[in-house]
């Protein structure tokens, strides 16, 4: 409060000294300014352009090295690096036919599916359950789920694995798809819960007194209108189970069970010399999936993600 | 009359199903709704961190279980000079990026909270960064840093001329270092100022009027204005970006893998390198469980330290 007092005090003062030419003075570029063209080139044009051309140039990169020759891509000396001569689909077709690249995006597919299915249906149980069955302590819950998000993968994957192993799950896909959701469901449910209480609780109330059941509310008033939630929470899950790297490291052994991000990183990579071309065709092939869900979602992913940390 | 209503009203009453009827009862409805996901974080979350511990005090090896030694593996991580480097590094690392990635983030958003064409397209954009798995990207950046046929290196020394020989990025310990520590500010900036950007949205334009007409300089409308009420939020992105950035794996794994020397190791790639292809579990496990203080320090300190100027505000926890 004392920071909204001292304007105050000086609005007074500049009140009184308004007609002094000091006063003019000082307001005079400001009102100027706030126009101003070229101000807002400087201040706001520039500045943007050179963040969206760092935070795009790496895939610019990928892009372009996917597409080269390889004569082209070790020499800058004949041939502008930033641009191909010669584009050629060569670094692409030796993935996709040379490599297990199809069955390792196919096994990458279906890990992520399994495990977003699996955490939705956790967590739309789970969050409606906190919060509008509204049962003892239910908040000490939900606050614990939250907490569970904030245990990083980094600790838990050395007992997971042992786990893994002991379970008799080690390289398998099931060992990935049952230790996803351990990141993913306190994330979507956090992500429902803040999406059930946009609901109306009338409509529920109204169905109750209608005769129907718990479970007929649940699938028949609730969940129709938590679609966009759902849509939310289901991208969400899918591009972090895309995009998971440690657990799957961790727990896949196999060359042709391997998850995407792993195999590029673990199977193109080999020897000394590296296949440039080839690892940034995988990593541009890799990235497109995520890429093309992401852009037909783009606003339910912006608003869950702002959204979720809002709460 | 009456009676034969009352009558045929209980009829249908009485339909449902013993399962309806289970299904109705709310202690039972609560125990089924909450069995999957609290079943699925018991066993597959709070199990594993009990057991991780249980593993930093035990010798156990891939393949062989261990027995209890006490603090033996924290004794002989302490005397072990890679594993102080790898401390160093995770919290140098966390410092400089989370500083890198706040400033450029909310600069960012600050840019995009104006009046701006494409505005939807932009954000979009921006966001592109953060979404595309982390290991490509690494990968894309590796290949930006290589010795020889680094785009970086060509531009300032072919095409701009302002050095003679090429950059050496990862060859040795500090440039490696910082060069990690710019594919991590990269990655970083859309979540922040993604996230920064929702909540500027949320401080009503009229402040700023009667700022403006206060006579206020831009630079006392940011700092009076836009800080303060950005203060909530900012707590919560940070605390979240501390903890990943601190426990972060896939960078330094696809770029160095820990390399020059062992220089790059962070926390997380030391007890991996030693946990799994190294197979000392126990190690491994006591080297993850030396991060869980730093992570409650780290929570802690950007909560209390910055969340508690919302409670000072009085508004309500929402």
Redesign the interface.
Known sequence: MT?AL???A??VK?TITADGPEARA??AP?LMTWDSKARRVVT?YV??AC??L???F??Y??AV?SFKPNAE??D?KTYN?FWISSPTLDHIYKLLFETAYPRWLWTTMLVAIASTF??L???V??A??IQR?R?RGSQY?GLA?YL?Y??????????????VFQLGLFDTPFALI??Y??FL??FC?WLLIGYFKSIPYELEECALIDGA???QILTQITLPLAVPGLISAGIFSF?LS??E??YA??FIQSSESKT???A??TELVSGDVYQ?GA??A???L??LP??IF??FF??Y??SS??GA??? | MSVTATAAWKNTRQEPGWLVRLFDSKPFLVFICMLPAVGLLTVFLTYPLGLGIWLAFTDTMIGRGGSWVGLENFEYLAEDPVFWSSVFYSVFYTAVATIGKFALGLWLALLLNQHLPFKSLLRAIVLLPWITPTVLSAIAFWWIYDPQFSIVSYIVVDVLGLRDTYFDFLGSAWPARWSLIAANIWRGIPFVAICLLAGLQTISPSLYEAALLDGATPWQRFTQITVPLLMPILAIVMTFSIIFTFTDFQLVYAITRGGPVNSTHLMATLAFQRGIPGGQLAEGAAIAVSMIPFLVFATLFTYFGMARRKWQQGEGND
């Open positions: 920071e001292a304007p105050e000086r609005t500049n000082s307001l400001e706001l500045p943007l963040f969206v760092i935070l795009l790496p895939f990169w990928m090295t891509l070790y800058y690096p699996l955490s249906f956790a967590s149980l789970a409606y359950a069955l049962f819950v789920i569970a904030l245990v990083p993968p980094s600790i838990l994957f050395i007992p997971l694995a042992t786990m049952l230790t959701p351990t469901v306190p449910t059941t718990r479970l591009t895309w995009n790297f440690i490291l961790a995407v991000p792993v590029i990183l440039w690892l940034m995988g990593s541009l890799g990235s995520v890429a992401y852009s783009v606003d992913y912006v993600l702002t940390v809002k709460e």
